[in-house]
């Protein structure tokens, strides 16, 4: 725990916070950005970030990837393994184990080669 005595260190923890937020603000704003490109539709865009969020695990995030995105918009079998395309993804997910670039892609080429 900290105690912080004095306006000033109070100003300075506050706008601390707020630029993380701001930060992660614009990271979310980004990965829509990406995702768009293949949702151009508000309601269809709101829709996959939904059903990215609901995955348990990069598995299920790679099913939906290759099954639906793939198979259903522009989505390129390059483009899904792109480094800043899983990027944009984690910005939605919610499970926390196994969420590295390098376990997504792994697990997307798997479900590609099914």
């Known amino acids: ?3 912080f005595y004095g306006a000033e260190f ?4 506050t706008q601390n916070n707020g630029m993380e937020e701001k930060e992660e603000d614009e990271a979310v704003r980004i990965a829509r950005g990406t995702l768009c490109i293949y949702y151009s539709d508000d309601w269809e865009l709101n829709d996959i970030i939904r059903r990215i969020a609901d995955c ?3 598995s299920d ?17 390059e483009r899904m393994v792109s480094k800043d395309f899983i990027e944009a ?14 376990n997504i892609r792994t697990q997307i080429n798997n479900v590609r080669r099914e």
């Not at 993804?89 to 390098?102: C, E, R």
């Open 61 to 77: 995030l790679a099913n939906l990837v290759v099954n639906d995105m793939h198979k259903h918009t522009i989505l390129t079998a």
């Open 89 to 102: 993804l984690q910005q939605f997910l919610t499970f926390k184990s196994g969420t590295s670039t390098g």
């Open 10 to 13: 109070a100003h300075v923890r």
């Open 1 to 3: 725990m900290q105690n």
């Open 56 to 58: 348990r695990s990069a």
